[in-house]
């Protein structure tokens, strides 16, 4: 039985706050995001719906909803729910805890799901306490982490558990939780504001929302009536630091950042990174367009480019802000000292006009599957020459649909390695009439 006391303070600490706790989603259908997991036909969904759930790691960065949606999980397929953090717990707890999901099983007939966070952190033989239990169903772990479970937990756990992997949260997803405590909150936000906090967050929903907060708090103390929420007042709430310019200026900026690595600039390119992590932009957006980068503008001219900028992209992962700024620097660098060509640009475009005009080409029948039944009688593949039968892997046949015979796609480059490259495949292959061209700038 609750008394005065308790109703007022829950009305109160629902005006106080903050909007990450009072936003915590408390069914499936409140939660923004993940919709592989608990969409209409997510498997989450699908096992909360059977009432019943087996052990699982969930793995992703922080503010994706892995605390909160492990209880969801929990109280909507009717387990009791024990959490231990594997920061402050003990051997003893989780013996503890076992024990007390033993005696509920035994008893009533209830099932437990142990919530363990962070638990990469449970040491092995905290891990090993918990395969007895998970394995005979006495308890169903729940364990978050935001490490790679691969490395942190080990394989005798990971073999008695389901990996799901929640996602950043998209910027639509960051908007309509915006939206959603614009609302509760009885604030407007203007659309910089909005843009700037959706950009703030990196995907982390807990952290757009304690920006919102700081902001709300900064706009009333300006005492503003009505409160709407500038690009100013989200600047400020991150320490003046995030798009102090206009959103057109950093559209601007990464714009500029592209064209100066595609110009061979390594100066203005790591001027422009810095200008742009200083202003609070998002590491993952910035390694993305460095993998972009890296196949549009320097392509075969470096094919070792990608690989550079592929790993950046997995070190801002691994190690994140501040020390990834070492790898993104590392990587605008390599590409912006890189050879340039826009080769594989060009001929993927040349290619999907081909398939977009002509349609679907039929396969030419050497080149058929000839391993079912009945093909061979049917011609497939009987006339198809087995490169490796020959001198430097190499037979003259031909590949694409008749109708398309003779087309190029591929335009080389003369620069960088794409020059050696090519060089050889001509060697190979005898070719004369294929000769390297300067990249085109489309």
Known sequence: MTSLFDDALRQRLGDVAPLAEVLRPRTLDDVIGQDHLVGPNGPLRRM?????????????????????LARIVASAAGYVEENLSAVSSGVKDVRDAIARAR???G?????????????????????????????????????ATTENPYFEVNAALMSRSTLWRLHPLSEDDLAALVARAASLRGVLVNDDAREALCASGNGDARSVLTTMDTAIIVAKAGGRTPITLSLADVA????????????????DQV????????GSDPDASLYWLITLLESGESARFLARRLVILASEDVGLAN????????????????????????????????????????????ALGAATNAVQRGGLGEVPEHLRD??????????FGSEYLYPHDFEDGWVEQTYLPDELAGERFFDPSAYGDEAELVRRWRQRTRQTDVEPSEPTVE
Not at 255 to 262: P, V, Y
Request: net charge positive; proline share 4%.
């Open 370 to 379: 000839a391993h079912y039944a009945g093909a061979r009688e049917l011609g």
């Open 236 to 251: 400020q709430a991150r320490d003046g630091r995030l798009y102090h310019q206009s959103a057109d200026t950093h559209y």
């Open 107 to 143: 008893e009533r007939g209830q099932r437990t799901v142990l919530f363990i966070d962070e638990v990469h952190r449970f040491n092995k033989a905290q891990q090993d306490l918990l395969l007895p239990a998970t394995e005979t169903g006495e308890v169903v772990l729940i364990g």
């Open 103 to 105: 005696e509920r099983l």
């Open 303 to 346: 094919p070792y480019g990608l690989l550079v900028a592929e790993a950046c992209s997995r070190a801002v992962e691994f190690v994140g802000l501040p020390e990834a700024r070492l790898n993104l620097a590392h990587a605008t660098l390599t590409l912006a000292l890189s050879p340039k060509s826009n080769s594989v640009t060009r």
């Open 48 to 68: 909360v719906e059977a009432k019943l759930l087996t052990s699982m790691i969930l793995w992703g960065p922080a503010g994706t909803g892995k605390t909160t």
């Open 255 to 262: 714009s500029a950042l592209i064209k100066s690595i595609r």
